[in-house]
């Protein structure tokens, strides 16, 4: 299956990923190869087969509703780019 | 068609922050009100590396809800991961439940104007909540800055079906459902501060059709009020699109307050494709019968089956027991206090009127209450007895509520007990009269007027303490009528 | 002496470490000597922790003196894939977009290690986000392999394994998702262990695939990837996919051979494309087997040659999600130049992200767009669930499977940099084990003539580890190629 120009803009766009119209072009022939590998899955029959989304099915794990210590400010934003006071900085929000 | 002719069909999506201690997957506190950034971690940070560990008593608010509602609660639920971008989402994806989510198919009964009404829930899911940004802070023109103390606090959505037909309608659902919450312990009702939330999806459609409008999602709802407005404004909106001959976008539409009216947002590119797959870091959730058992009997007795019994168990009219009922802590005590009282409906009155007085302008809450419920019967066979007055009875009340001491100890105190003896009030009642020979004469030609003033100068001479039925009844006896 | 003394075991180390022959520190010392020494050719650090790592030691050496020593490998200096978080020590994923990251916890198992007392030498090159077969993806450097210097080590775990080979530390953690521990060990002479899915904790390791990473050992023998396996093996509260099992003893049963197994061949892991060398060092290796006692049986594992197709959309549907947040916002880079939110994240992101993640972001983002969903990324976990069950069926048979690790030994650093699906193929025999979420080890087997080192692999059961540790150690014990000396 190939994959327009248009396809892997629109792709790019879901990704928030910029891209110069030469990735452009070559994600497009990539991908296509890619999917074009991964068609051979078409050939199994799946209809009556459960999906697996998990390598091995614990019981799932809780933990009690305690409070714990949270991280001082200043070591959760000391990696920020950008921030003012104790909040992360970014450029305006529009709506 | 004028508007009339156009049938309003509403349903609501609430989102409703669960009274947990710690975020739904780390220890971080969900306390309202903190600096920004001051109840974060690493997990709820979205920091490289970390993973979500999910919080108990989330599941057990969500199975104590499905249980009270009437819904199946799956054995099996499954987590998802909702992609997109945007500042206050920190990893980039939430964790919600999305095509197995914990509890289906369940009801709330409602009251409308034509009787009680079921509205159907379709489902309850589990979903972590997002950060905060804020736009407009005028020190960093330019930016908005984002606090991530909200991030992973737990909410729990519960989606209608499309069953409201007015904005009545939904708001008797919101308020029946946040009754419900809060009586569950699950959540603090608390729409300003957006613990309880509400989107309203409202579509009209011709009146007699069966086939659904395109509908609108109005968002920015925080207040009963809003919530009524909003949909009146946005349905009587649609209703003009369509008889221009414009048809309804499906969109995201937001509740102006200060000009009263939906906009558009604007629509967010590829919003629509969020990309859902199940959460790779998190086993399916697993309900147990024991927990389901666990729940089941906790279920307390439920706001509408209270206000129910109240009526035919204390005789008390409908309007009462609504009040009385609205809020748990409050219908606990007005029980026990009726154990303690002679007539459930005087009770009542006290309740509603100089009790409620009191716990506003005290701002106390039941539980910091320093009387007992003994204290209130107490008090309230005090006045049927006739020894003190309806008034002075909420002077004691007042008194009890600052000083938690008992009523017949602050009725001696004050001195506020009522002479009910004949033969003192008779006594008074003959010294007046004998006082005012001329005064009695013009009553008993007919000046009928006067009458009030022999009850003042009785009243008076016995400084406000005789008993006004007593007072009454010998005056007249003694003036012959 | 260093020189010496860097040729060491872990398990030899740890014992002259315990009769005081030899300190912590000197050991350390000796490791950092001999990284400035070849380092500089191989490649393998992005970063070393000298302060750190001599001040761990010393207080090795502290406990070692009052007699109370932290765990069997107290003192014996390690490196880590720059995947694993550092508290206060930069950890990049060998990424752009986290250049200048210091975080502010440790991992799970970097916290295990620092209990066991083993000083942490530094940060091991890797390929961008692990997404690599060969570590040029890596957007610092490549690493190159200390066997032949113009050769990949293989990735994404490259840096670990060269470290490793190269006698730069005594054992290294890795991290696999389809492979990548056990085919950087086949290029290196080095040992791997990719642990049952769920045995080591995956808190603080930077995910590509959640449902695939594993955390694991690697070393120069089988015993000394047993004895660090044991460290990191435990149950952890903190990552809700770790198995509640108990640490096991992979020690006590190490040299008890492979009498009487069985031992499963796969007959789809011996297909055309394997490199004739590879399959005649093999062939051996499983000849060898059955005289030491073993018995061969022949197996089938028919939905094998799906298994790539399916890891590559579901690694890279995981990956375009566990990715997305690297926006620039609360740590890493952010570009500079970027007006308005929207180009914030597409320029940090593009700019920031090398081609080889860019690349399966986007296959990733596709497979479960709207539309598409279905066709890709469910369909590829139904496959998955038939490629457990070639899994769950062979093990009714046998004790264990042996193949080939890679079907070619290592490749020429900048051979397969612009083909992506050959670049893929590298991991046709290790990514089915990741699928089914079994445990897998590569061990040395050979050289070609060339000199290049040939891995042979196991798979075993869940939570068989122990088992294949066995198997890997009674054919360590007839070679010891690990005494070779390598040639960096």
């Known amino acids: 299956m190939a994959l327009t120009l248009e396809q892997v803009r629109h792709v790019a766009t879901l990704a928030r990923l910029s891209l110069t119209p030469q990735e452009e072009a070559r994600y497009a022939t990539q991908l296509s190869q890619v999917l074009d590998a991964v068609a051979e899955l078409e050939a199994l029959d799946v209809s009556q087969v459960e999906p697996t989304s998990h390598a091995t099915l614990a019981s799932s794990l809780l933990r009690e509703d305690v409070m714990r210590p949270s991280l001082p400010p200043e070591a959760g934003l000391a990696n920020a780019p950008a921030k003012v006071g104790t909040a992360f900085a970014v450029p305006k929000i529009l709506e | ?248 976008d499906q969109e995201t539409r937001l509740w102006d307050v200060n000009k009263g009216i939906t906009r558009s947002m604007r629509s967010k590119e590829d919003a629509h494709d969020y990309r859902y797959f199940p959460e790779p870091d998190l086993q399916p959730l697993l309900v147990s019968d024991a927990l389901r058992d666990s729940q089941a009997k906790v279920l307390p007795e439920l706001p509408r089956a209270k206000r129910t019994r109240f009526m035919g168990e204390y005789g008390l009219p409908a309007y009462d027991a609504r009040i009385l009922t609205a809020e748990r802590p409050l219908a606990d005590f007005f029980e026990a206090c009726a154990a303690h009282a002679p007539d459930a409906k005087k009770l009542s009155n006290l309740f509603l009127g100089e009790f409620s007085r009191l716990l506003k302008d005290e701002g106390t809450p039941l539980s910091a209450l320093r009387f007992t419920p003994a204290q209130m019967g107490e008090l309230l066979a005090t006045v049927e007895k006739g020894t003190v007055s309806a008034n002075a009875a909420k002077d004691v009340l007042g008194e009890m509520f600052r000083t938690g001491r008992a009523p017949a100890d602050i009725i001696a105190e004050k001195g506020l007990a009522q002479v009910s003896d004949v033969g003192a009030v008779e006594a008074v009642v003959d010294d007046i009269l004998a006082k005012n020979a001329g005064e009695v004469e013009k009553y008993k030609a007919g000046k009928k007027s006067v009458y009030g003033f022999f009850v003042g100068q009785v009243m008076k001479a016995m400084k406000g303490k005789g008993n006004p039925g007593l007072v009454n009844e010998l005056l007249k006896k003694k003036l012959g009528d | 002496m260093s020189s010496t003394l860097t040729d060491l075991s872990m398990l030899e180390l740890a014992a002259k470490l315990a009769t005081r022959e030899v300190s912590s520190v000197e050991a350390t010392r000796a490791s950092l000597q001999r990284i400035a020494q070849v380092d500089p050719k191989v490649r393998a650090f992005l970063r070393v922790d000298e302060p750190g790592a001599l001040k761990a030691a010393e207080a090795s050496d502290a406990r070692r003196h009052a007699g109370s020593p932290a765990s069997a490998l107290d003192g014996v200096p390690v490196g880590l894939k720059d995947i694993f978080l550092t508290e206060g020590l930069e950890t990049t994923c060998g990424s752009r977009i986290l250049e200048g990251f210091v975080p502010p916890y440790d991992a799970t198992v970097v916290r295990l290690l620092k209990e066991a007392g083993l000083p942490l030498v530094g940060k091991l090159n890797m390929d961008e ?69 769920g045995r080591v904790s995956r808190y603080g390791v930077i995910a590509f695939a959640s449902s695939l990473d594993q955390p694991g050992p690697m070393a120069r023998t089988v015993g000394d990837t047993a004895a660090l396996f044991q460290l990191i093996a435990r149950h952890d509260p903190r990552d809700s996919t770790s198995a509640d099992v108990a640490t096991p003893d992979c020690l006590t049963g190490l040299e008890d051979g492979v009498r009487g197994l069985k031992l499963g061949v796969p007959r789809e892991y011996f297909t055309a494309g394997m490199d004739p060398e590879v399959e005649g060092t093999l062939r051996a290796s499983l000849e060898e087997f059955e005289r030491m006692g073993a018995t061969l049986v022949d197996v089938s594992l028919p939905h094998t040659k799906y298994a790539l197709a399916t890891y590559y959309l579901l690694a890279s549907s995981e990956a375009s999600s566990n990715l997305a947040r690297y926006d620039g916002i609360r740590y890493g880079q952010r570009a500079k130049d970027a007006r308005g939110l929207k180009e914030l994240y597409t320029q940090t992101r593009g700019q920031g992200f090398g081609a080889e993640v860019k690349r399966r972001i986007m296959l990733g983002t596709y497979a479960l767009s709207a539309g598409y969903y279905d066709a890709y990324y469910l369909r590829a976990q139904k496959v998955r669930t038939l490629i457990r069950e070639d899994f769950t069926r062979a093990f009714q048979q046998v004790d264990a499977l042996v193949s080939p690790t890679s079907p070619v030994p290592a490749f020429k650093l900048g051979d397969k940099v612009d083909d992506p699906l050959s670049m893929y193929l590298m991991d046709v025999y290790t990514l089915p084990c990741n699928l089914a979420g079994l445990p897998g080890l590569s061990v040395p087997c050979g050289f070609t003539q060339a000199g290049l080192p040939v891995g042979l692999q196991i798979l075993g059961r869940p939570f068989d580890e122990a088992r294949l540790l066995r198997i890997a150690r009674a054919f360590e014990r007839e070679h010891d190629f690990f005494r070779r000396a390598v040639p960096v």
């Not at chain 2, 809800?65 to 054995?75: F, I, Q, R, S």
């Not at chain 2, 309880?196 to 509908?215: H, L």
Request: glycine letters at 10%; hydrophobic letters at 35%; charged letters at 20%.
């Open chain 2, 1 to 248: 068609m004028p508007l009339s002719d156009f049938q309003t069909v509403i349903g609501l999506e609430v989102h409703a922050q669960l009274l947990t201690q710690s975020k739904i997957f780390c220890g971080c506190s969900t306390a309202f009100g903190a600096e920004p950034n001051h109840h974060t971690c690493p997990v709820c940070l979205g920091m490289p590396g970390v993973l979500p560990v999910l919080n108990e008593r989330v599941v057990e608010y969500a199975v104590r809800t499905g249980l009270a509602l009437g819904c199946t609660v799956k054995p099996t639920s499954v987590w998802s991961r909702k992609n997109y971008f945007y500042p206050d989402l920190p990893k980039g994806y939430q964790i919600t439940q999305y095509d197995q989510p914990i509890c289906e198919w369940g009801e709330l009964v409602i009251d409308t104007p034509s009787g009680e009404k079921t509205v159907r829930v379709r489902r309850i899911h589990l979903e972590e909540d997002a950060g905060k940004s804020v736009h407009d802070a005028s020190a960093s023109a330019g930016q908005s800055l984002v606090d991530l103390n909200r991030a992973g606090v737990p909410l729990m959505e519960i989606v209608s079906e499309p069953d409201l037909r007015d904005a009545d309608e939904a708001v008797e659902y919101l308020k029946a459902l946040r009754d419900v919450l809060v009586y569950l312990g699950v959540n603090d009702g608390n729409l300003e501060e957006g613990s309880f939330r509400c989107d309203a999806n409202v579509s009209v459609m011709p009146k007699g059709s069966t086939t659904y409008g395109q509908r609108c999602e109005l968002k920015n709802l925080n207040s009963f009020r809003f919530l009524k407005q909003a949909i009146e404004y946005e349905a009587a909106r649609q209703v003009d699109v369509l008889e221009s001959g414009g048809k309804v």
């Open chain 3, 129 to 197: 986000f692990a997404m690599g077969s060969s570590n040029e993806s890596s957007a610092y450097f490549p690493t190159h392999n200390p066997w032949d210097l113009t050769r990949t080590p293989g990735g994404s775990s490259g840096g670990s394994a060269a470290a490793v080979a190269a006698r730069e530390v005594f054992g290294a953690l890795g991290t696999d998702t389809g492979g990548s521990i056990r085919q950087p060990a086949a290029f290196t002479n080095t040992v791997g262990l990719k642990p049952t899915y």
